[in-house]
């Protein structure tokens, strides 16, 4: 199987949300001798959206690209795809999740993230919803998060501490690795 590893295709797919989807796709990767690395799926409004990072020699990865277009009309989907290469690997002190919660308001979210980036915090996976309770909208998100070598993490603590305390949100700080 070390063919797997030769080329890499990010594929992402968009429709209305129904059954079936994701078996067509999986489906079609398999036929193209593609095998699937890491994947994501998320409901959003009535849209099902599917990421897939998948590996295969030249020719396959070619068939994917070839053979997509056409499924993707007859399932209804917006599709997309780009080839690239693996992750670097590059060395992280510590993995945390982030969570908080609180009164929606415009903006957090945004925040939240540019503070991580002034802090040189990459972000590995993000969640984010709203929900209803006692007439008001409340959110929540939860993020992953690897932490590099040169992170100083007691100060990022401090600042997203602050943030919180400022926009009146509940949080949880969990290292994870």
């Known amino acids: 199987m070390t063919g797997f590893a030769n080329h ?5 797919a968009i429709g209305e949300d129904r059954t079936g989807i994701v078996g067509a796709l999986t489906q079609l990767v398999s036929d193209c001798h593609c095998n699937i690395i890491d994947s994501r799926i998320a409901i959003l409004g009535n849209e099902f959206s599917f990421i897939m990072l998948l590996a295969g020699d030249m020719s396959a990865i070619s068939r994917v690209e070839h053979i997509l277009p056409t499924k993707s009309v007859e399932l209804g989907l917006l599709t997309m795809m780009k080839r690239t290469s693996s992750h670097p690997n590059t060395e992280f002190s510590a993995g945390y999740t982030i969570e908080y919660s609180g009164i929606d308001a415009p903006g ?5 993230t540019t503070l991580l980036g002034e802090n040189h915090i990459n972000i590995c996976s993000l969640k984010s919803d709203t929900f209803d309770d006692k007439d008001q909208t409340f959110m929540r998100s939860e993020l992953e998060v690897n932490l590099s070598v040169d992170v ?3 100060t990022f ?21």
């Not at 957090?108 to 939240?112: G, K, N, P």
């Not at 305390?165 to 690795?177: D, F, V």
């Open 152 to 154: 100083e993490f007691d």
């Open 157 to 177: 603590k401090v600042q997203f501490e602050q943030l919180c305390n400022e926009l009146n949100l509940e949080y949880i700080l969990r290292r994870i690795r």
């Open 8 to 12: 890499q295709l990010v594929l992402t």
């Open 108 to 112: 957090t979210l945004s925040r939240v």
